[in-house]
């Protein structure tokens, strides 16, 4: 079973991918048919292999709006917002599927098919997005859940969920409270303490039991939830809850034992020889398409700087299992920026930050030269950022469970990227390594192909850098 997909909202949008998909290759053979209408001889010679072509076309406007951040489980946008991304991942998936076509003849439909296609299927996709994601919404389909517990630890459900893009999928019915917990959960949401927890559940249809008690030392009823894990309800402990939920580990709530006995850490032959495969394909299909921008990209810093500045910037990271490697950078701040050999974290509006380096950061082009790095075996085209070591040195002693990060090789891209913006401090730092966390322990094809074509959103619409 997939990791990624064990998350609620994330088997939704599964879902969502495999429903629009099947609109598109059904919008481009009904295209094909109204483009040879009255042709019949025409119509039969194009529609041979048309079913292959037709999926190759879903592939491809899927795979755009993905990449556009409509797949995201948690996506906060309006109508209109929502509109827009639409409206761009069709756009950037027709000049995909037009240059893949072009590009194998034996794949080609003409533009008039694919124009016709688009036509037919964007509406039909604003349409079904928008009554899909209603009926989602609604309190039948989503899964039950009870809380046991109503202290502290109960309420970091409400305190970390407030929002309904990140309950989408379940809702809970109510908290019990344990014994001797001092209660901290309104009193309208509080269940009775109940006699047999298992008539609980049948009454109120539960389907998922999360274990949020502040102390679980001979409070929790072990035998009936024994009882309701044979009547087939799920029973999730918090941490594992909030991990399968939000994408992330939450720190203060682990200890050595949880991560000792929770899946993840796949380090099988099997899944390196995959990561290595993975990262020696994307990485010429990404450089066979930016190469013309690093072009453009060193010619601007030449220009800005003079012949004689450096073009790109080497500096030392952290990288798997606390191996120093040198990685390199398209130079974006000026060459005296360091001069006194102290490592800073970059600010918001940092002035050592150059004009040309100021746009390549905010759209991650000065990051393209980790590519040769990926090359040479020292990082991963998806894992957690590589720090410099005098940061990783100051960071191990203050946050627990950092070092767990350099278990996998470090990325050009990675999910705490993704849903977090550019670390910039301490605080920063911590929260960032929840999703590393997340990454390190649940990493797998899947996951790393999501974050790749996601990767592409953060760049669109800026999303984090500095």
């Known amino acids: 079973m997939v990791r990624w997909v064990r998350e609620q909202g994330a088997r939704w949008m599964l879902v969502l991918a495999v429903f629009e998909l099947l609109v598109l290759i059904v919008s481009l053979m009904v295209a094909a048919r109204l483009r040879f209408m009255h042709s019949a001889a025409d119509l039969a010679v194009f529609s041979v292999g048309l079913e292959l072509r037709a999926t190759i076309f879903g592939l491809i406007i899927v795979t755009a709006m993905a990449a556009v951040g409509l797949y995201l489980p948690n996506l906060r946008e309006n109508r209109l917002g929502m509109l827009v991304r639409q409206i761009m991942g069709f756009a950037a998936g027709g000049v995909a599927v037009v240059f893949v076509f072009y590009m194998i003849p034996q794949l080609f439909i003409g533009r008039g098919v694919i124009l016709l296609a688009l036509l037919i299927s964007f509406p039909l996709v604003v349409l079904g997005r928008s009554i899909y994601l209603r009926l989602i919404d609604l309190k039948a389909l989503r899964r039950r859940i009870l809380v046991l517990g109503a202290g502290r630890r109960a309420q970091m459900i409400n305190d970390n969920m407030r929002r309904r893009v990140d309950r989408r999928g379940f809702i809970v019915i109510g908290y019990?409270?344990?014994?001797?917990?001092?209660?901290?959960?309104?009193?309208?949401?509080?269940?009775?303490?109940?006699?047999?927890?298992?008539?609980?559940?049948?009454?109120?249809?539960?389907?998922?039991?999360?274990?949020?008690?502040?102390?679980?030392?001979?409070?929790?009823?072990?035998?009936?939830?024994?009882?309701?894990?044979?009547?087939?309800?799920?029973?999730?402990?918090?941490?594992?809850?909030?991990?399968?939920?939000?994408?992330?580990?939450?720190?203060?709530?682990?200890?050595?034992?949880?991560?000792?006995?929770?899946?993840?850490?796949?380090?099988?032959p099997l899944r390196r020889l995959g990561k290595i495969l993975f990262d020696s394909a994307a990485t010429f299909t990404v450089l066979a398409l930016t190469w013309p921008l690093m072009l453009v990209t060193a010619l601007a810093i030449i220009i800005e700087s003079g012949p004689g500045a450096p073009i790109l910037y080497r500096q030392e990271r952290v990288g798997e299992k606390g191996r120093i490697f040198k990685l390199i950078k398209f130079r974006s701040m000026r060459t005296d920026a360091e001069a006194d050999g102290v490592a800073r974290w970059a600010s918001k509006s940092d002035d050592r930050v150059t004009r040309v380096g100021r746009f390549i950061r905010k759209v991650r082009i000065d990051e393209l030269?980790?590519?040769?790095?990926?090359?040479?075996?020292?990082?991963?085209?998806?894992?957690?950022?590589?720090?410099?070591?005098?940061?990783?040195?100051?960071?191990?002693?203050?946050?627990?469970?950092?070092?767990?990060?350099?278990c996998v090789k470090p990325g050009l891209a990675g999910w705490a990227q993704l849903n977090y913006p550019y670390g910039a401090d301490e605080k920063d730092a911590a929260e960032k390594l929840k999703y590393d966390l997340f990454y390190v322990k649940n990493h797998n094809f899947m996951l790393d192909l999501v974050i790749l074509v996601q990767t592409v959103e953060v760049v669109l619409f800026r999303r984090g850098a500095r």
């Open 176 to 268: 019990v409270p344990l014994p001797g917990e001092t209660t901290v959960i309104a009193a309208d949401h509080l269940l009775p303490c109940p006699e047999s927890l298992d008539l609980v559940i049948r009454q109120l249809q539960v389907n998922e039991i999360v274990v949020a008690a502040d102390d679980r030392r001979g409070q929790l009823p072990m035998h009936q939830l024994l009882e309701c894990k044979q009547m087939g309800v799920t029973v999730t402990t918090l941490v594992s809850f909030f991990e399968r939920e939000l994408g992330k580990v939450k720190l203060n709530l682990i200890d050595p034992s949880w991560l000792v006995f929770s899946d993840g850490f796949d380090a099988t």
């Open 369 to 406: 030269p980790q590519l040769w790095n990926v090359m040479r075996g020292d990082m991963s085209l998806i894992g957690p950022r590589p720090e410099r070591p005098q940061f990783v040195e100051e960071l191990a002693k203050k946050i627990d469970y950092y070092e767990l990060r350099h």
